[in-house]
């Protein structure tokens, strides 16, 4: 019709040859791929700890030092510490493959019973300081992209954020609500009849609160582009309103970089957390890793480090998938 004016349309993707086919990668070569790296990474782990000063044998002799030289060369043999690196690697691989995680030194236990309560705490502690991160974050960077004025101001609260040491804010956290006001725990893991969530709000307010500068960054930056899009004029045309545009249009589109953010943080926070669970008394993977490799538990480091980076991967890959759900084009 004369005169009417047809709306905008987003341009189709015009996608380079062989580009497609790159970026396909199916589900089951991905996870063959996890698979390859963590035995590589298990021949480096394995090296690593393996070239580190001493051994279980040498920590035991200074703490008794009635063991012979017959006694320790007999300990040696027992554990297989006689042999070359290359070949206790290979017994080693092959009993893991068997089922047989072996035993930690430290603890006297069976290193899957240990991982097993470490990983769950640290998943807990995971999902709520990214869930906050997240919710605080992108929220923020949507106000300030929708309203310029307030953009100094999350920027300069994401800079304090970054800027702030999680040592420092947990300690202030503890000292506030824990010791003024006495309305949450200092630390430690709730006891049977006790709310656990009482013990995660403040390692998660304080893991959070330094990752919500990143999403809040990264969210006001892709917000501000995806606003520019011209699908948003066309919505804008057809007379939606601006949280409609902002949460159905603007927001799928800017989500894609977020959610890289978000796979590269999981496996992050799983074993860098370190500081986090020591300073609240929290058992999870970043103690139990420290711990481990600090006390030359071989068999406990080797599994913790393993599974740290099979959650990293898998986080990865999840949010890969997310990506292309999001934005069929990098299918």
């Not at 000292?175 to 006001?181: H, K, S």
């Not at 999403?215 to 057809?238: E, F, K, V």
């Not at 074993?271 to 970043?286: D, K, N, Q």
Request: aromatic content about 6%; charged content about 15%; hydrophobic content about 55%.
């Amino acid at each position: 019709m004369a005169g009417r004016r047809t709306p905008d349309r987003p341009p189709e993707p015009v996608q380079p040859v062989g580009r497609g086919v790159a970026r396909a990668v199916s589900i089951p070569a991905r996870l063959v791929q996890i698979l390859v790296t963590l035995l590589a990474l298990s021949c480096v782990f394995y090296l690593l700890l393996g070239l580190m000063p001493g051994d279980p044998i040498d920590l035991a002799l200074t703490l008794d030092p009635r063991l012979t030289p017959a006694d320790v060369e007999r300990l040696r043999a027992l554990h297989g510490l006689d042999r070359p690196l290359w070949a206790r690697y290979l017994a080693w691989a092959g009993a893991v493959l068997r089922g047989d995680f072996g035993y930690s030194r430290l603890f006297a236990q069976p290193v899957f019973a240990l991982v097993g309560p470490a990983l769950w705490s640290s998943l807990q502690l995971l999902g709520a300081a990214l869930g906050l991160a997240v919710l605080v974050g992108v929220g923020l960077g949507m106000l300030a992209a929708l309203r310029p004025r307030l953009s100094p101001l999350v920027q300069g609260l994401a800079a304090i954020a970054q800027a702030m040491p999680g040592f420092w804010l947990g300690i202030l956290l503890i000292i506030l609500f824990a010791v003024t006001l006495g309305m949450l725990p200092a630390g430690g893991v709730a006891e049977a009849g006790e709310p656990g969530w009482r013990f995660l709000v403040l390692p998660v307010a304080t893991l959070g609160f330094g990752h919500m500068a990143a999403y809040a960054r990264h969210a006001l930056s892709a917000m501000r582009g995806a606003m520019t899009d011209p699908w948003i004029r066309s919505a804008r045309a057809r007379g939606a309103s601006e949280g409609r545009i902002a949460l159905a249009h603007a927001l799928p589109n800017a989500a894609v970089p977020l959610i890289t953010l978000l796979g590269l943080d999981a496996g992050a926070l799983v074993s860098g957390a370190v500081i986090t669970e020591t300073l609240f008394a929290r058992p999870g993977m970043g103690k139990l890793i420290f711990d481990a490799v600090m006390g030359n538990d071989y068999n406990l480091a080797l599994v913790a480090l393993l599974l740290v980076a099979g959650v990293t991967m898998l986080g990865n890959l999840a949010a890969d998938l997310a990506q292309r759900a999001l934005d069929p084009r990098l299918a």
